[in-house]
């Protein structure tokens, strides 16, 4: 009987040992983009201070979803640096959007 709760306590503890290394995935995990697409923000951030949505880029973009970098895009795909096919294609606009973009 000792033998068998020694072995529950074991096994116990490794099973809860093993589930400690495992936390949840970064927001941007699943997206082959999240580093290009943070590059293009940064760059444009740094550059535009200001604009709409940077300060709330950075305060939270390691939370942001994919839908928030794309709603970041469609606000300023007209702005220079986001008016070109890369981007479209890099925040998933698809080719329509990028067909009709001007480079």
């Known amino acids: 009987m000792h033998k068998l709760i020694s072995a529950a306590s074991i096994a116990a503890l490794l099973a809860a040992a093993s589930l400690a290394g495992i936390h949840p995935a970064h927001a941007g995990a699943s997206r082959p983009n999240f580093d290009k697409q943070n590059q293009y923000i940064n760059t444009y951030c740094n550059k535009f201070r ?54």
């Not at 200001?50 to 839908?67: K, L």
């Open 50 to 103: 200001g604009a709409d949505q940077c300060n709330d880029w950075r305060a939270g973009h390691t939370n942001w979803t994919s839908e928030q970098y794309r709603n970041f895009y469609r606000r300023h795909e007209n702005d220079k640096e986001f008016a070109t096919r890369e981007a479209a294609a890099l925040f998933g606009e698809g080719l329509g959007a990028a067909d009709t973009v001007q480079d």
